[in-house]
Structures are given as C-alpha cells and as structure tokens.
C-alpha cells in the first residue's frame, strides 16, 4: 500500500533556531517527492520537488534532502521565523500518472 | 500573475441543500485537481481532469458528488444534497502535465472553499 508518514506530528521551537522533519515513504514506482508549506487558512504551496537522483533541493532557508535507498525525506529549516509557523506536508508523486500520495503534515510552531 | 482561483471562500448551508463549489486554474494549465482537506483524513484526492476530460474520479466519495470541467478555464464541484459529513475545506488546483499528460509539474493550490453543512 503507498504510504507517506510524517513526523514528527507538531513540534514547537524558539525564533532563529533549526530544526528538521521528517518524512518516509512506501510507494512504487517513486516518480518524485514534494514537500508543500501550508499556513492557517490558506491553500499549500510548493517548496520543493526532488526527483529520483537529485539528493538535495534548497528554497532559502528549506532544504530537502531525499535518500531514495531507504525511501527518508527531511526538511531542514535553518534559523526559523515566526513566519514559518505552518503545516508541512510531504507528497509523493507515483509512477507517471498523477497520482499523489500526502502525508499527514507536520505542525510547526516558531515561537519568540 | 493570478494564481488558482476558488469561490466561494466560505459556504455555510443546511443539510439536503445543493453546493456549487467553482474553480478558475492557471492560464495555460491543462491538469485541474479537486482535493477535500480535513483534520482526521488530511488531504484527499476527489478527481482530476486533464485537458478538461475527467480522468480519475474514484476518489469522489459518492453520488452526491459530481465535478464538470467545461472549458479549460473553469470548473465546478457540486454536492447534491450536502450532508454534515461533507464539512471540510475543498481545495482546487492546477498544473502544467508533462509531456503528453503523463506526470504531474508542480501542482498550484486555490485557497479553499471551507463548506459547512448544518
């Protein structure tokens, strides 16, 4: 069954600091991996879309790394702003269709 | 440039009403998605059409539901009748498919519709 977990589900961190999420999937064929940015109230937007050789993508302070070995994603924020706070959403894109499969989203809240 | 455009923004209708939820994508997208959101299911496919032929609607979760795209400029959710159950934020979005459909570009959300049903 294809399957994107997120984690971890919400996660709480102070102004200017780091932090990573996490995303692993069960999905075949892989055709790319995307995370999306969605702030409260508002449709997702788009941060990043790894295929299957890139191993890192980078949109400013968003970095996505993808290891299509053991099927693990992360996003990396670095020196995080209020602004930042959101839900975060892995997708999986299968076989050449246009099948998505979503994770469930993990909540940030930056605090100051 | 405009991005997705949904209205309305907010619906709130009795049970057994008739929804028509409406949906302008990106000039020049040929592949428009209708995706219902809600906090126990997340995100889920409803249907999409690709050059305004609609090509998986397995997600639709029932009669109720029915989805038109007429022109490759505007497209329609209806819900007939609407149930509580149907309460969610009902999402829109387009892309540019690759080649000659297969694949999916990057996929541009509409804001929302957020449907209450009483």
């Known amino acids: 069954k294809n399957q994107v977990e997120q984690s971890p589900q919400s996660l709480i961190i102070l102004e200017g600091k780091n932090c990573t999420l996490q995303c692993n999937y069960t999905v075949s064929p892989f055709s790319n991996l995307r995370w999306y940015k969605q702030d409260t109230g508002r449709g997702p937007v788009s941060l990043t879309i790894?295929?299957?050789?890139?191993n890192t993508k980078s949109n400013g302070r968003y970095t996505a790394t993808l290891d299509a070995d053991t099927k693990q994603s992360s996003l990396h924020i670095t020196a995080s702003q209020l602004s930042d706070s959101a839900s975060y959403i892995c997708v999986v894109s299968v076989g050449y269709g246009n099948k998505l499969v979503f994770g469930a989203g993990t909540i940030l809240r930056v605090k100051s | 440039d405009a991005g997705v455009i949904q209205s309305p923004r907010h619906e709130v209708t009795e049970m057994g009403q008739e929804v028509t939820l409406r949906c302008k994508p990106i000039?020049?997208?040929?592949?428009l998605f209708w995706y219902r959101q809600t906090m126990m299911r997340g995100l889920e496919l409803l249907i999409y059409f690709n050059n305004n032929v609609p090509i998986d609607d397995s997600g639709m979760p029932e009669d109720r539901f029915s989805a038109k795209m007429p022109n490759a400029s505007f497209s329609t959710l209806k819900i007939q009748p609407s149930e509580p159950r149907d309460s969610a934020v009902y999402f829109c979005?387009?892309?540019?498919?690759?080649?000659?459909?297969?694949?999916?570009?990057?996929?541009?959300f509409g804001e929302g519709s957020r449907l209450t049903v009483l």
């Open positions: 790894m295929t299957f050789s890139e």
């Open positions: 979005a387009s892309s540019l498919a690759l080649g000659t459909g297969i694949g999916t570009g990057e996929l541009f």
């Open positions: 000039s020049g997208h040929n592949s």
